[in-house]
């Protein structure tokens, strides 16, 4: 089991601190921290460690993404619904909402894909069902 200091250490790491200043802080040599480094223990947890983290990341990231996406989607729905744009303005913003509705983060599970493609068929239908009425 890693003692406090060992697992104080590797959090700052993990942050990004150097090695020289952990060694400074926790009154541990330069020497010592690289020891520790080659534990198995150590490396085991600094694994799940980075595991857990690098996963709140990744959700944090596509959290904010996601809702800039959708954003900028409707963005895009505004410019292709605004009958004072352009006929071809209107319909370049169509095609990138579809492209980008295309590239949407889907479901790593296989049994899922017919899924997401009877989903895309459905949302494309209602999209350009939706952009004919407004273009009446």
Known sequence: MLTEKQSDAMDRIIKGDTITDIARDTGCT????????????????????????????????????????????????????????????????????????????KEDSKASATKDQDTKKEATKEFFTELKAVGQ
Do not use: C
């Open 30 to 105: 330069r020497q010592t921290l690289y020891i520790w480094m080659k534990n198995e223990e150590w490396t085991v947890e600094m694994d799940h460690r980075v595991d857990v983290f690098t996963q709140a990341a990744r959700k944090r990231v596509l959290t904010l993404l996601t809702g800039q996406v959708d954003a900028y989607v409707m963005n895009l729905w505004d410019i292709a619904s605004d009958k004072e744009n352009a006929p071809t303005v209107r319909l370049q913003a169509t095609q990138y909402a579809m492209k980008l509705l295309d590239g949407m983060p």
